[in-house]
């Protein structure tokens, strides 16, 4: 069975850093890319960047990029998003997803959320 | 801001059907790119509902059912039921952004 595990719950303050780490299970880790998406509270999904934990080849939504670091170890079949110098605007549920490439790709599997509180 | 749109709700009766539209532009559904579906219960994480505009990945039930035509996609669920009541967004491909994945503005189902 495909899972996607997540880390647990954060409460941060502005400025501070964070790693969120999305461990994946049931499948070859490395022949699927895992996926980002932010949903802050009461709104829509936004896709934030995707990896390849084959070779760490990483893309990222414009509007992301900067703002946070995606990356990958094969050997624990484990992503991460790095979130940097936080901001009350981080708050939200962030979820890792596993790509599922097609002629119009899509996310097949999730990870059960990790919710961000960023707050003085 | 989103390049699907959808309404903010819909509605409706038990054992009705209702309709959910996605409307996209020729950069991503009027180009030809599938689109894909996902139901979030409260609280829960996004689930695939329907993938590839009209299939259903195993174990959803055949009450959903996915089409599209020209820049537009829809979500049809027959025989509302009360666990039917959640968020659903559309996802496709857009090749005019940068962003590729995009995802629709979602809709909550209401079950009256």
């Known amino acids: 069975e495909v899972q996607l595990v997540q880390s647990g719950a954060e409460v941060k303050k502005p400025g501070e850093s964070l790693k969120i780490s999305c461990q994946g299970s049931g499948y070859s880790f490395t022949t699927h890319w895992i996926g980002w998406v932010r949903q802050m509270p009461g709104k829509g999904l936004e896709w934030m960047g995707i990896?390849?934990?084959?070779?760490?080849?990483?893309r990222y939504m414009p509007s992301f990029e900067g703002q946070v670091t995606i990356s990958a170890d094969k050997s624990i079949s484990t992503a991460y998003l790095q979130l940097i110098s936080l901001k009350a605007s981080d708050t939200a549920m962030y979820y890792c997803?596993?790509?599922?490439?097609?002629?119009?790709?899509?996310?097949?599997?999730w990870g059960q959320g990790s919710p961000v509180t960023v707050s003085s | 801001q989103s390049v699907l749109t959808q309404p903010p709700s819909v509605s409706g009766a038990p054992g009705q059907r209702i309709t959910i539209f996605c409307t996209g532009s020729d950069s991503n559904i009027g180009a030809g790119y599938d689109v894909h579906w996902y139901q979030q219960l409260p609280g829960t994480a996004p689930k695939l509902l329907i993938y590839?505009?009209?299939n259903r990945p195993s174990g959803v039930p055949d009450r959903f059912s996915g089409s599209k035509s020209g820049t537009s996609a829809s979500l049809a669920i027959t025989g509302l039921q009360a666990e039917d009541e959640a968020d659903y967004y559309c996802q496709s491909y857009d090749r005019s952004v940068n962003a590729n994945y995009v995802f629709g503005t979602g809709t909550k189902v209401t079950v009256l």
């Open positions: 997803a596993r790509l599922k490439v097609a002629s119009t790709d899509y996310f097949d599997y």
């Open positions: 990896i390849n934990p084959g070779d760490s080849d990483t």
């Open positions: 590839d505009t009209t």
